[in-house]
């Protein structure tokens, strides 16, 4: 059991979880690509509707624009164009479905018209029919193979039906991000196909992918707050704090108001900003560095208990366990419901070799909370030194109904059951460990110990060389000294 699994530190996120990830509309902008006439002269009129249709579309009159249309398809009922266009008009007003009916028209007019499918696909999206988004994308991608925009959108609506079906979340974002990184393989600069296969990445918990993502937008659009809060979001949930703090200060200064709430929220120099660089550097290694900002984040507010007790953990990861158990001390008088404060005060306990008061507090813990395992294992483990073989046996028990699949508590059940002379009962357990984890070289020579109690030494021997082959130093020293000898020449 490492020290960082027996010192749990009650650590606070930078970001609330809720917030999404994108802000604004920027996951996806789906900005259609509009086709200019290309009809021949003798339909001059349709022509002149279709432009005036366009001048009033583009400055936002999509019921004029969705009338001039109209009349531009009454004269020339074969204009795509005009279709298209209608099509676009009728999507930005929301009318999505009419949207559809226009692409559809347009596609049967002109069955490789790229631009019909695109469109087509994003009203699709909109409506909510993501797989008859993927379906139209498919292919547009299949006639023009070299769109990033439809790369993009595609990884988009993959991205948005994870929620819409019952499939392999993790296996649809990842063909999401596969068509980003097309889009971006055809267009370096592409910034969108940057922001969304960021948020993808950020989707599978793979904030450094999605840090590198957010930081080539930043490259793109220097000039862009959405691009600097992005990138701060992802920072804060990988545990990079000061530099989300850093990112939300510029996207602060650029405009963005969300990122100025978050910035006073969390980074303006309060007690719970020093609270969060100290875990950041605790859980990256600095811990002299978190010290410094725990004791900065106490000076603040003196009634931080978890300031205190995260305290107590660096001191305890640095050795100082009388400085820990004063800080978690601390902790326990602000708040005395804690179980962790009296768990991870009892580990430094046990460290210093007061088992007895480990016990104390790791009774304590478990009055609080009764469900905490890793209590009953570690006041097992202070039983066991204390020579309590039988107490130790009952909290290792307790553990393993409370968890049954923790390997270390079955091997040190094994341990006590071994020194009542129970070698059966041990190598049972031991053999269990094994079954969790099979990598477990400990637990392999352990069981060669019971086994040699029972006077199986081929048994006791096959287990010590297994324990050597799986990296047991002790073991190996054992194997090749004088004393190895009968074991090392068994075949």
């Known amino acids: 059991m490492t020290r960082r699994t027996t010192a749990l530190a009650a650590a606070l996120s930078l970001l609330p979880l809720g917030q999404p990830l994108l802000l604004g509309s920027t996951t996806a902008v789906a900005t259609a690509a509009v086709v200019l006439s290309t009809q021949a002269a003798h339909a001059q009129s349709a022509e002149d509707y279709l432009n005036r249709g366009n001048v009033k579309r583009k400055s936002g009159d999509y019921q004029g624009a969705i009338a001039d249309y109209t009349k531009a398809i009454d004269i020339n009922p074969q204009d795509t164009d005009a279709y298209n266009n209608r099509g676009v008009a009728k999507r930005k007003s929301g009318d999505y479905q009419g949207a559809i009916a226009d692409f559809t028209k347009a596609i049967e007019i002109n069955p490789q018209d790229t631009n019909a499918y695109y469109n087509r696909g994003i009203a699709k999206r909109k409506s909510g029919d993501y797989q008859g988004a993927i379906a139209d994308y498919n292919e547009a991608i299949e006639i023009d193979p070299k769109n990033a925009l439809i790369y993009n959108n595609r990884g988009f609506a993959k991205q948005l039906s994870v929620d819409d079906q019952d499939a392999d979340a993790y296996m649809l974002i990842q063909e999401a991000i596969a068509d980003y990184t097309m889009a971006i393989s055809i267009n370096p600069q592409f910034a969108l196909a940057y922001t969304n296969r960021g948020a993808a990445k950020s989707d599978l918990k793979d904030y450094q992918g999605a840090i590198a993502d957010f930081a080539k937008v930043v490259e793109i659009n220097p000039h862009d707050p959405i691009a600097y809060s992005n990138l701060a979001l992802a920072k804060g949930r990988s545990g990079e704090v000061e530099g989300a703090c850093v990112d939300l200060k510029e996207a602060t200064n650029l405009g963005d108001e ?234």
């Open 258 to 491: 969300y990122a100025s709430t978050l910035f006073n929220n969390n980074c303006a120099q309060s007690d719970k900003y020093y609270f969060d660089i100290g875990n950041f550097k605790s859980n990256s290694g600095d811990y002299q560095g978190a010290i410094a900002d725990y004791t900065k984040a106490i000076e603040i507010n003196p009634q931080y208990a978890a300031a205190y007790s995260n305290r107590g953990v660096a001191k305890y990861d640095l050795g100082d366990y009388q400085g820990a158990i004063a800080d978690y001390t601390k902790a326990i008088e602000i708040n005395p419901q804690d179980p962790y404060a009296y768990y991870n005060r009892a580990n430094a306990k046990r460290e210093s070799g007061d088992n007895q008061g480990a016990i104390a507090d790791y009774n304590q813990a478990i009055e609080i909370s009764p469900e905490l395992a890793i209590a009953y294992y570690n006041r097992g483990v202070a039983k066991y030194d204390l020579g309590d073989y039988q107490g130790a046996i009952a909290d290792y028990n307790k553990a393993i109904e409370i968890n049954p699949r923790y390997a270390a508590t079955y091997n040190n059940r094994g341990l006590a059951k071994s020194n009542l002379k129970d070698y059966q009962g041990a190598i049972d357990d031991y053999t269990k460990a094994i079954e969790i984890n099979p990598q477990h070289a400990l637990a392999y020579y352990n069981r060669g110990n019971a086994k040699y109690g029972l006077g199986d030494q081929q048994g006791a021997c096959a287990d010590y060389k297994k324990a050597v082959s799986l990296g047991h130093q002790l073991t190996a020293q054992w194997l090749n000294s004088a004393g190895g000898a009968w074991c090392r020449n068994m075949r």
